[in-house]
């Protein structure tokens, strides 16, 4: 990592639009070559670790776009999605795949082993908290925001607890310290945050410091917008 040279982003996008153009053509041929051998159409399934673009493959968004763009103007090709693919064609073999996974081995160690067991119960804990919070939710009439969004806010901090990214971290000790900080700040915060919903449902009043803490986290791990948390009831 040492050795790499500084990223330059105009230098990046500016070879966005040949390696766009030879993975099209790629594309393009390896089509041609299987209908030419079957005298089938074919396709690809094409899919993408999101994950990394950003860290490791800044550009990358940029790039699928200039494909995307390629292929849609080419008349021998057609963009589809899974769905609509196996409208139009329907399978006729079916196929078996064992259960596995990328992580080391195929399988799930990496993201439980004996390093990371105690990440798993806290998990499995919350998950159960939160459930009896959507299930209080659903029995309420109307009204109540203040509770309604330190639900919202509960869920937001277990969607965060959840992320598989914090059992790699400390598997591979890339970043375990960070990790293992991260996972037990969303712990204590999804806690602090049920516990606060729990007295707004006896009718009790919230003390300024949970308000001013709730804030804090609404400002600090604002995602997901439309976090609803009758998601966790039982269907």
């Known amino acids: ?123 499995y804990d919350d998950e159960i908290r939160m459930k009896r919070i959507a299930a209080g939710l659903k029995a309420l009439s109307s009204g109540q925001p203040l509770l309604k969004r330190a639900a919202a806010q509960a869920m937001r901090e277990l969607l965060l607890l959840q992320a598989s990214d914090w059992q790699f971290l400390i598997s591979t000790v890339s970043a375990r310290d960070y990790a293992e900080l991260r996972f037990s700040e969303h712990h204590q915060d999804f806690n602090r945050l049920a516990q606060l919903t729990e007295i707004l449902f006896e009718g009790e009043e919230a003390v300024p410091g949970e308000i001013e803490f709730l804030e804090n986290c609404e400002e600090r791990d604002g995602l997901f917008p439309d976090a609803d948390p009758s998601l966790y009831l039982d269907r």
Do not use: C
């Open 1 to 123: 990592l040492g050795l790499k040279q500084l990223y330059i982003r105009k230098n990046a996008m500016e070879r966005i639009s040949s390696h766009a153009a030879h993975y099209s053509g790629l594309i393009k041929t390896v089509l041609r070559e299987h209908r030419d051998k079957t005298g089938k159409t074919g396709g690809i399934t094409a899919p993408y670790d999101a994950e990394l673009f950003g860290h490791w493959w800044f550009e990358g968004t940029d790039f699928l776009k200039a494909v995307l763009r390629n292929l849609a103007s080419d008349p021998e090709v057609t963009l589809a999605h899974g769905s609509g693919d196996l409208e139009a064609a329907e399978p006729a073999t079916v196929v078996t795949l064992p259960e596995g996974s990328w992580g080391q081995g195929e399988h799930h160690y990496i993201w439980l082993n004996r390093e990371t067991e105690w990440t798993w119960k806290h998990i």
